[in-house]
């Protein structure tokens, strides 16, 4: 999932806050703005299965 929200990826070395964009740079310090979204899913997840069944004896 691609989010249009992107962060600074040097805000923890240039700024004292996050700063976030819409663009593909920092508006403050030109660096590259990454993704600001985690990944919603990693296929390789060595507790998913753990967590499904978790997840389905809850509704139950």
């Known amino acids: 999932m691609k989010s249009d929200i992107f962060v600074c ?8 806050r996050p ?12 660096a590259e703005a990454v993704n600001s979204a985690p990944a919603p899913f990693n296929p390789e997840d060595p507790h998913g299965e753990y ?8 509704r139950e």
């Open 9 to 16: 990826s040097a805000w923890r070395d240039e700024h004292p």
């Open 19 to 30: 700063v976030y964009t819409l663009s593909t740079t920092c508006p403050e310090c030109g």
């Open 51 to 58: 967590r499904r069944a978790l997840k389905e004896r809850a």
